[in-house]
């Protein structure tokens, strides 16, 4: 992995990648070499080898990461910028003033009604924002905390989830712990971490995963998945999209 200029972001943006795998080489690269081999008679009237069965046990391989920001399923992160990094979704719509695409926020607002029914009342805090908004954002961050803290709590421009449309920051309606990692422990943070997967949302950046997303503990940030993959990750235990890809080393 190597950065344009070497400096304290790019080191601290390196060190935060480390347990996530750099993408493949070309596929191109990747596939065996063509060899062009004469064939006999005889070996072309040859019988079919018997397949192998398929071991029971087989682990299955991990889907491959989605890089069109289109795809619902499409993965961001320190390593896996938008594609093109000034990407703007098509079809951006509001929620109670925060905009995220069309899909993502139906499921929002179904998420918002029931949580209110159970007595969590939800607000959003910050949807989509554009990659000058969040260029703006990371200068702001770095002035006030240095590059390698302002790399742990948001993202460079080309690079935030928030650029797809399909994410949205949340907050309990009385404001209690806004963006703050004690939103976790009100009852709007919990009902979100324990449902929100049934609206295809998850809680991206867990707790104890920062080394895989690359992100500090963030229980407000929730990311449209769709319901395939948030219902696969919540069955299998799978706590972030970059384990659900396959993109974290075996130890
Ligand atoms: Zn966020």
């Not at 070996?43 to 018997?50: E, H, L, N, V």
């Not at 992100?215 to 659900?244: D, F, N």
Request: proline residues 9%.
């Amino acid at each position: 992995m190597s950065y344009p200029r070497r400096s304290a972001l790019a080191a601290a943006l390196a060190g935060a990648a480390l347990l996530i795998t750099s993408l493949p080489a070309s596929p191109a690269a990747a596939a065996p070499l063509r060899t062009a081999v004469a064939v006999s008679a005889a070996s072309r009237t040859a019988p079919a080898p018997t397949p192998t069965p398929t071991p029971v046990a087989a682990k299955p391989t991990p889907p491959k990461p989605p890089r069109d920001p289109r795809n619902i399923g499409v993965l961001v992160n320190k390593t896996h910028p938008l594609k093109p990094k000034s990407y703007v979704p098509k079809g951006l719509v509001r929620v109670n003033g925060q905009r995220m695409r069309a899909e993502p926020a139906k499921a929002l607002t179904k998420l918002m009604r029931d949580a209110k029914r159970s007595g969590a009342r939800i607000v959003t805090v910050s949807g989509y924002r554009s990659y000058s908004t969040q260029k703006a954002l990371f200068a702001r961050y770095t002035r006030a905390y240095g590059s390698a803290y302002a790399a742990r709590i948001s993202a460079r421009p080309g690079y935030s989830e928030h650029q797809t449309g399909l994410t949205m920051d949340v907050g309990a309606a009385n404001g209690a712990c806004r963006l703050g990692s004690c939103f976790g422990n009100t009852k709007a943070g919990r009902w979100v971490a324990k449902n929100a997967w049934k609206y295809g949302y998850i809680v991206r950046y867990p707790k104890g995963q920062e080394k895989v997303t690359g992100y500090t503990y963030e229980p407000w940030h929730l990311r449209y998945v769709g319901v395939k993959i948030s219902t696969a990750m919540k069955k299998g235990k799978i706590p972030t999209l970059e384990h659900y890809y396959g993109q974290v080393k075996r130890r």
